[in-house]
């Protein structure tokens, strides 16, 4: 996850793994160590080498007052709103202390609570959190479990999980191969996807639906709905739709409690679906082709169709012929506010929600100015969002100078034959310290990887 939102506030990860964090700040969600009630200009650069304690940055979530994010060490840490024990034993105040509902620092979560195994992926819910761990395990804590407890793997058949996520009050797990889904908690739309009149599923429990035999590989919870992606990139809906959050159009489904199919190839292109993510009353779709959709109310709504299907999001091209238009996009991320499709490239494409008292059209998709980025202390002209990016070459002549010192310096006339570095050519470079990019950890699932912009 390269970019997440909670309310009125924003985290981004950038290529060298520190967050840029801008918007409200009246919880110390954006992890500044200050709490600022009118603050929502706030920017923020998280550097993980003071903040994190020298551990990049992979992925952030967030949700209303409350950020988490996962180092490079496979760490949790979290921070802000910390009302129903949102934030764990790692912000419980010593002995004496007062307890405090805000804290204003990201603080890392001990690896002993969730069986000493790295953290891959965390999902937010309206109370809760979800870790799921390199083993394939889920841990959940918050609201009356102030410390992870590990979710019984009894109940996903001894399945190794590959993906997470959560909605208000609903989550669904994903395994790892095999396309089996299990999901729990509030069900009263159909959210969980399991075909039941019960509103509430105590035990995570096996989703209904065969998705006409094709395999599972991405999901996302939405506030009362769900979606999922196949490997065929068919998109399935479940749950609330009353405002077309779920692209379903059939006899104005008010709501659907099965997995209903949305559309693959022959609506979204060569390929279908690659990701999809969810918010409170709409949806963003990342075709194959890169496209970007969008169904629902709320941010996109200029581009709605009237039969709630999904609608094609025209992101702005530069009018210069000479200048390329960055509109490849690889992550989009939805949220109750505001909605962002990031590039190949690290631009970030975002568009708002129009306030009822705005008179007009929608917000329309506008790159995010280079400074906002630039604060991230790149060592090229600004901080590109995402960690899928090539070696930087730049840095790579850095090091490659730091190793070795006559690189440095043009040949003297004695030695002709010592190489410059000015003569090495790009694509040499880039092969010598290919190592230096960022790669995601071995057996990771298709789906995360998707989430990450890399990956199928």
């Known amino acids: 996850m390269a970019v997440a ?163 208000a009050r609903h989550y669904f797990a994903l395994a790892k191969t095999g396309g089996n889904m299990w999901s729990w908690g509030h069900n009263e739309y159909g959210q969980a996807g399991v075909d039941s009149d019960e509103v509430e599923i105590a035990v995570p429990t096996a989703v209904s639906g065969d998705l006409d035999g094709d395999q599972a590989v991405f999901v996302s919870c939405g506030y009362d709905f769900s979606m999922v992606v196949t490997t065929d990139g068919v998109l399935w809906a479940c749950g609330r739709n009353s405002t077309g959050e779920c692209g379903i159009s059939p006899d104005r489904m008010e709501y659907c409690r099965v997995l209903t199919r949305v559309g693959g190839a022959e609506y979204f292109g060569p390929g279908g679906v690659r990701m999809v993510s969810c918010a409170h009353t709409h949806s963003i779709i990342l075709a194959k082709n890169h496209s970007v959709w969008t169904c629902g109310l709320g941010t996109g709504t200029g581009w709605r169709h009237a039969d709630r299907r999904p609608s094609c999001v025209p992101l702005p091209v530069t009018p210069d ?20 499709a990031i590039t190949s490239a690290g631009s970030v494409h975002m568009w708002a929600r129009r306030q009822p008292w705005e008179e007009g059209s929608v917000c329309s998709p506008r790159l995010m100015a280079d400074w906002v980025m630039g604060l991230a202390g790149s060592t090229s002209d600004k901080a590109r969002a995402g960690r899928w990016h090539g070696v930087n070459r730049a840095r790579a002549m850095a090091a490659a100078m730091g190793v070795q010192g006559m690189l440095a310096t043009p040949p003297a006339a004695d030695a002709p034959w010592a190489a410059n570095i000015s003569s090495i050519p790009s694509e040499v470079l880039e092969n010598i310290f290919r190592g230096m990019r960022f790669s995601v950890r071995p057996g990771t699932s298709p789906g995360i990887e998707r989430l990450m912009g890399m990956g199928p």
């Open 5 to 167: 939102t909670g309310h009125d506030f924003t985290l981004i990860v950038t290529e060298d793994g520190n967050i840029c964090a801008f918007g409200q700040n009246d919880r110390g969600q954006l992890g500044s160590g200050e709490l600022d009630d009118d603050s929502r200009g706030t920017r923020v650069v998280l550097q993980h080498k003071s903040v994190f304690a020298g551990h990049a940055v992979v992925m952030v979530a967030a949700t209303a007052g409350f950020s988490c994010c996962v180092t490079s060490d496979g760490a949790m840490w979290n921070w802000g709103c910390n009302y129903n024990n949102r934030l764990g034993p790692a912000h419980t105040p010593p002995p004496g202390e007062p307890a405090s509902h805000a804290s204003c620092l990201p603080r890392r979560m001990p690896m002993a609570l969730h069986g000493n195994s790295p953290v891959v992926m965390l999902a937010c819910a309206f109370k809760s959190t979800l870790l799921l761990t390199a083993q394939g395990r889920i841990w959940q804590f918050g609201d009356s479990q102030p410390v992870p407890a590990c979710v019984d793997p009894a109940h996903f058949g001894g399945a190794e999980i590959g993906m997470i996520s959560a909605g």
């Open 321 to 340: 012929p000479e200048v390329p238009s960055d509109t490849n996009v690889l992550v989009v991320f939805a949220s109750s506010q505001a909605s962002y």
